[in-house]
């Protein structure tokens, strides 16, 4: 075994899987009286799910048509939407773990009452799986299944310090506080580099010379480069970005010069297919089984009117968007796209 080959591969590991039921009842009153009702489609939208230290909260929204038909013999639509909220035992489930929730409708009955009063009521299942990142010393095997997984390029921590100057809109006499959050941290892998680029928010609170205190605002960007052997550019990049410090000194009663250090973790995966072993004993974990791949070529041509007369055509810039696909027996459906094209004379 010691000769096997194998490749670090960042996945999710499988904490838990359970099931659960919810009844969601409802009485509605139809904006008219009603012979009969026809049919009420239903559907389970903006499904969402949170794990709590071992349960995993499901929320979302059971989404009606209603077709009745009126005393005046038409058929008759209204829309009906019913939030609902289930909690499911998920045994070893941490919060801030990663959560997943499919939903179905088992089944869904009514009564009609004088005529214009819904009762209704709709038993749903939920299957969630709760999972955390994990890295995994994969034993590759040419004969085992091919699947498509993050491989890990490299990972590092650094920190990052930012300093600065601000101007008080008016004098003070001290700074009660200074806190601090980060937006739009991002990331960009390069060859062997990793690129960030963030803004820093500070909320400056301060006392002025006529002790009463006031509110300021500043937003600071900043950047940073991380070294990361082996990194390329298009290679995937996630970070975790965090405040370990904030110093600020005041000085002249309007200047307050401030210094921020960060703890970024930078971890660079790259796509991959490859075959690997199965472990009956080994950890469970959720990966895309690699069915088939497949390329095809097409050819698009279009004419296009300019907005005035060329003498030549310089460049054309295109590119393809609202790609969607599905799945269909032994083929895959490719529709709904769009080609955005550029032309510069």
Not at 45 to 55: R, W
């Given at each position: 075994?010691?000769?096997?080959?194998?490749?670090?591969?960042?996945?999710?590991?499988?904490?838990?899987?359970?099931?659960?039921?919810?009844?969601?009842?409802?009485?509605?009153?139809?904006?008219?009286?009603a012979?009969?009702i026809?049919?009420?489609?239903?559907?389970?939208?903006?499904?969402?799910?949170?794990?709590?230290?071992?349960?995993?909260?499901?929320?979302?929204?059971?989404?009606?048509?209603?077709?009745?038909?009126?005393?005046?013999?038409?058929?008759?639509?209204?829309?009906?939407?019913?939030?609902?909220?289930?909690?499911?035992?998920?045994?070893g489930?941490?919060?801030?773990?990663?959560?997943?929730?499919?939903?179905r409708?088992?089944?869904?009955?009514?009564?009609?009452?004088?005529?214009?009063?819904?009762?209704?009521?709709?038993?749903?299942?939920?299957?969630?799986?709760?999972?955390?990142?994990c890295?995994?010393?994969?034993?590759?095997?040419p004969?085992?299944?091919?699947?498509?997984?993050?491989?890990?390029?490299?990972?590092?921590?650094?920190?990052?310090?930012?300093?600065n100057?601000?101007?008080?809109?008016?004098?003070?006499?001290?700074?009660?506080?200074?806190?601090?959050a980060l937006?739009?941290?991002?990331?960009?892998?390069?060859d062997?580099?990793?690129?960030?680029?963030?803004?820093?928010?500070?909320?400056?609170?301060?006392?002025?010379?006529?002790?009463?205190?006031?509110?300021?605002?500043?937003?600071?960007?900043?950047?940073?480069?991380?070294?990361?052997?082996?990194?390329?550019?298009?290679?995937?990049?996630?970070?975790?970005?965090?405040?370990?410090?904030?110093?600020?000194?005041?000085?002249?009663?309007?200047?307050?010069?401030?210094?921020?250090?960060?703890?970024?973790?930078?971890?660079?995966?790259?796509?991959?297919?490859?075959?690997?072993?199965?472990?009956?004993?080994?950890?469970q974990?959720?990966?895309?089984?690699?069915?088939?791949?497949?390329?095809?070529?097409?050819l698009?041509?279009?004419?296009?009117?300019?907005?005035?007369?060329?003498?030549?055509?310089?460049?054309?810039?295109?590119?393809?968007?609202?790609?969607?696909?599905?799945?269909?027996?032994?083929?895959?459906?490719?529709?709904?796209?769009?080609?955005?094209?550029?032309?510069h004379?």
């Amino acid at each position: 075994m010691a000769d096997q080959c194998t490749q670090l591969l960042k996945l999710d590991c499988l904490v838990c899987e359970s099931t659960g039921e919810a009844c969601v009842e409802s009485r509605f009153v139809l904006p008219r009286k009603a012979k009969k009702i026809a049919e009420i489609q239903a559907r389970v939208v903006d499904l969402c799910a949170e794990v709590i230290d071992c349960q995993v909260m499901v929320s979302g929204v059971l989404h009606k048509q209603i077709f009745f038909v009126g005393e005046d013999h038409h058929v008759h639509h209204v829309p009906e939407d019913v939030p609902f909220t289930v909690f499911i035992d998920c045994p070893g489930a941490v919060t801030g773990q990663n959560a997943t929730v499919s939903a179905r409708i088992v089944k869904l009955t009514h009564t009609l009452e004088f005529c214009q009063e819904l009762c209704q009521r709709a038993v749903l299942q939920f299957v969630v799986r709760v999972t955390e990142d994990c890295q995994v010393n994969a034993i590759l095997d040419p004969n085992g299944p091919l699947v498509k997984a993050e491989c890990v390029v490299g990972e590092t921590t650094r920190a990052v310090t930012v300093e600065n100057e601000v101007d008080l809109d008016r004098r003070a006499k001290k700074i009660r506080d200074v806190q601090v959050a980060l937006e739009h941290v991002k990331a960009e892998a390069s060859d062997g580099q990793v690129h960030l680029q963030g803004v820093i928010v500070k909320s400056i609170f301060y006392i002025s010379e006529d002790d009463v205190e006031f509110y300021q605002e500043e937003r600071v960007p900043f950047s940073a480069m991380v070294e990361v052997a082996g990194a390329e550019p298009g290679d995937n990049v996630s970070l975790k970005a965090q405040i370990l410090r904030v110093d600020r000194f005041l000085s002249n009663g309007r200047q307050v010069r401030q210094r921020i250090v960060l703890s970024v973790f930078v971890k660079v995966t790259r796509t991959c297919e490859l075959n690997v072993a199965e472990d009956a004993n080994g950890p469970q974990v959720m990966a895309s089984r690699v069915i088939s791949t497949n390329s095809r070529q097409i050819l698009v041509e279009n004419a296009a009117d300019l907005n005035r007369p060329a003498r030549k055509i310089q460049e054309i810039q295109a590119r393809v968007e609202d790609v969607a696909a599905e799945v269909i027996p032994n083929k895959v459906l490719i529709y709904n796209s769009r080609i955005d094209a550029r032309n510069h004379a």
